[in-house]
């Protein structure tokens, strides 16, 4: 039997809990943000990669956008589900690992927010070939011209924050931008160990390039102050907006 992903195991037990986290009080106007900046037009399809609890997707939904949410946690699609029935619209919800995820029909747009499965590596995922695949399964759901947004860590801060002790004591490995450590999805719970990886905005840009993806822009992007401005060295955040051909 495969192990789970531990990252499934955290969100399947932090579900309950999740819209109580200080960075998700902002959705509408994100949502604005997403639909201005995507172009979408009324009745879009739009696929929300690591939807989580269904925070933007719902909020789509609510405006008339057609929306697939994809996410790794059965306990965090359960709450989404609820989210949806109490707002009174339909979503469809897909239960998969974002690297596996296998696209059925085309949308217009796509977003990958908040560290929706981009750079939350299970314990097996190498830290190229995890993000670089959910970005050729972003391509690949994609109509031609249509447009993806997507927030990632910054390295940046993880840089000057982490000392050469934490590197020889294992948390940040300065090679793959990574984090190592333990998280309890709920006060009380047990651990369970992360890897999250970061990124550097030419790296982003690599990857999107090698994916398929033509990136238009660059910006800060950390939960609660999306702005379309430059990169500040110390927010936990990036923003990119990319296009796939036509």
């Keep these: 039997m495969t192990r789970p992903n531990d990252w499934q ?65 059965p306990g965090m699609l359960a709450e989404a589900r609820k989210a949806a029935d109490a707002a009174g619209v339909k979503v469809e919800w897909i239960q998969s690992d974002a690297t596996r995820f296998t696209p059925t029909k085309a949308y217009d747009g796509a977003i990958c927010l908040c560290e929706g499965a981009f750079g939350l ?51 940040f490995d300065p090679l793959t931008l990574t984090e190592h450590g333990e998280m309890a999805p709920v006060e009380g719970a047990p651990p ?17 390039r090698i994916a398929g993806l033509e990136v238009l822009h660059i910006w800060g992007g950390t939960a609660g102050a999306w702005n379309r401005g430059p990169v500040n060295l110390d927010e936990f955040e990036l923003m990119m907006v990319a296009r796939k051909g036509e």
């Design 9 to 73: 195991t955290f969100f399947d037990a932090h579900a309950p809990q999740y819209m109580r986290n200080c960075f998700v009080g902002n959705t509408q106007f994100e949502v604005d943000f997403l639909i201005e900046e995507l172009g979408l037009a009324p009745g879009s399809a739009v696929l929300d990669i690591g939807c989580g609890t269904g925070r933007h997707s719902v909020e789509l939904a609510k405006r008339g956008y057609r929306v697939t949410g994809v996410d790794i946690s």
């Design 121 to 171: 590596l299970g314990g097996a995922d190498d830290a190229i070939e995890q993000p670089l695949a959910i970005l050729r399964n972003v391509a690949a759901s994609l109509k031609p011209s249509g447009q993806f947004l997507l927030t990632a860590l910054s390295a940046f801060r993880n840089i000057r924050r982490y000392t050469q002790q934490d590197v020889l004591e294992g948390r």
């Design 192 to 208: 369970v160990p992360t890897r999250e990886r970061a990124f550097v905005p030419s790296e982003l840009r690599l990857l999107a």
